[in-house]
Every structure is written in structure tokens, then in C-alpha cells.
Nanobody
């Protein structure tokens, strides 16, 4: 079965860190553009960070310098390291993968079910 499963979310205090994981099965992530998106309460879904199949990266301005996207092809897993977390980062985080090699961020493709990140004191 083709699927993406996110994990690693939780409750963290402002200034803390979390590492989100997205494990893929049924396909190999190394051939896909990958990305992390988030949806905060009452807000639209926004792109957070992406990596193309050739390793180019994108970060939305609000997370640049704090978040890092990475890929482990051996584990078929994508990660999002989140440091210096802020309450504004609170959202459900989703991973996605797109086989279109011309893309930096996924467009059409596979999506996970999401993992909740809550940043609160």
C-alpha cells in the first residue's frame, strides 16, 4: 500500500524543539519532491518546507533559520527538524510527496494524515 505516515508531533514550550518524521511505504521517496505543510486553527494550509528530488530546498519566511528539512533514503523517511518553536507554529503538520521531478514542492501526489504540533507555555 502506498502511504505516508507522520509522527513526532506533540506539545512543546516556546523555544523548544521537535523533529517530525514521515515514513513512506509502497514507493521510494528518493525519486520524489517532498514537503511539509501545516494548517493552523482557522487558517488555510500553507507550505512550510520542501525539497526537490535533486536536493533543492524551500522554506517559508516564517520558519527560515529555525526549521530544516531532510531526507533519509535508506529509511525512506523525510524529517522536519523544528527549533526555536513559537506559538504561531501550532498547527497540524502534513507531509507530501510528488513524483514530478520538475517541482520543488509537491503539488499533486501522496499526502499523510498529519501530526499535531502545539507550542504553548
Amino acid at each position: 500500500q502506498v502511504q505516508l505516515v507522520e509522527s513526532g508531533g506533540g506539545l512543546v514550550q516556546p523555544g523548544g524543539s521537535l523533529r517530525l518524521s514521515c515514513a513512506a511505504s509502497g514507493f521510494s521517496l528518493q525519486y520524489y519532491a517532498i514537503g511539509w505543510f501545516r494548517q493552523a486553527p482557522g487558517k488555510e494550509r500553507d507550505g512550510v518546507s520542501c525539497m526537490s528530488s535533486d536536493g533543492s530546498t524551500y522554506y517559508t519566511d516564517s520558519v527560515k533559520g529555525r526549521f530544516t528539512i531532510s531526507r533519509d533514503n535508506a529509511k525512506n523517511t523525510v524529517y522536519l527538524q523544528m527549533n526555536s518553536l513559537k506559538p504561531e507554529d501550532t498547527a497540524v503538520y502534513y507531509c507530501a510527496a510528488d513524483s514530478n521531478r520538475w517541482r520543488l514542492c509537491p503539488g499533486k501526489g501522496y499526502w499523510g494524515q498529519g501530526t499535531q504540533v502545539t507550542v504553548s507555555s
